[in-house]
């Protein structure tokens, strides 16, 4: 009980709670701002893909498999050491999101796809008998019930996300599992046991993951019992 309260008390000072928290801070601001993008690119593809001309599709789809069929950690690292960002967007995190981006939007799109299809083609003729030109029909009509059947779709990629920031541990970027992991490993004292200091690190890192997660799991199963009531 000793050992573990003295590895307790070494990882839980002031100093590596806020780093820490600080980290979180980024792994929750990269998953954001990441998925808002990801839903705009990705209702792109979507239209594209549905909607589109030959060209539009073919975009559409090579840019969906080559997205799809690769692995994420693949463009994180691509992006972030051979991709030069622009300032002031030059600071390693919007790698991140743009890598984050690219391969979420991919997924996304189809998420949105599927949501297209399902509005009932009816709707079209309803809106142009209305007077509604193509950009007014989807904006008004087709996007907001599309939206509305897959929240859970979307809150579920969300979760994926968020738990894939780790990635982001492999180019240097100070997210949640990152600075964690450097408190383990940083801060060596010989009258702590080591074992327990990684344990109760990443045991803590699991529960916040958990926590934030299970809330998310929460609400895309409230929001499917609300769309099949």
Known sequence: MNEFMNA???????????YMFRGLGVTLYVALISVILSIIFGTILALFRTYGNRFL????VVYIEIFRNTPNLLWVLAIRFMVRMPEPFDAPMYSGILAFTLFTSAVMAEIVRGGLNSV???????????????FQTMVFIILPQCYKAIVPAMLSQVITVIKDTSFLAQVAIEEFFNNSKWIMSAQIDSTVN???RVFIIFGFVALVYF??????SC???????????
């Open 194 to 196: 080591q074992s327990m």
């Open 211 to 216: 926590i934030i997660n299970f809330v998310l």
């Open 8 to 18: 307790f008390e070494s990882v839980f000072t002031r100093s590596n709670i806020f």
């Open 57 to 60: 599709k073919g975009f559409s």
């Open 219 to 229: 609400i895309v199963r409230n929001s499917r019992k609300k769309q099949e009531a």
């Open 120 to 134: 009932h083609a009816g709707q079209f003729e309803a809106a142009y008998s209305q007077g509604f030109n193509f």
